[in-house]
């Protein structure tokens, strides 16, 4: 019985972000989950406490792709984005979270 997701192939990726910039105050956290969700990304995020935004997004390498892009350059309404470095890339054989959770 073949698949109707084009994407349900692709290899899963993981890779924790750190967002710099008018992070805090703005819902960013709340977008990310949003966000995520809807691509079928796995994962979490949370405020740290240097005014940055950090996590963690595993799933499809487009959906991933697609995301960082969006942490790099657009963000949530109202926050300004410096920077968004991205560490420990890797590919994965299965998701280690279920769902898309904000950590407090």
């Not at 924790?16 to 819902?27: P, R, T």
């Not at 969700?37 to 595993?58: A, D, H, P, R, Y």
């Not at 991933?64 to 984005?81: F, K, R, Y």
């Amino acid at each position: 019985m073949p698949s109707d997701d084009p994407l349900r192939n692709e290899p899963l990726v993981s890779v924790e972000f750190e967002v710099f910039g008018k992070v805090q105050g703005v819902y960013f956290p709340k977008y990310v989950r949003d966000l995520c969700l809807q691509l079928g990304i796995c994962g979490w995020v949370k405020n740290s406490k240097t005014g940055t935004i950090l996590g963690k997004m595993e799933g499809p390498r487009a959906f991933v792709d697609q995301m960082a892009q969006w942490l790099s350059t657009q963000g949530s309404p109202g926050s300004e984005i410096d920077h968004c470095e991205f560490t420990m890339w890797e590919y994965v054989t299965r998701r280690s979270y279920k769902g898309f959770a904000i950590r407090f």
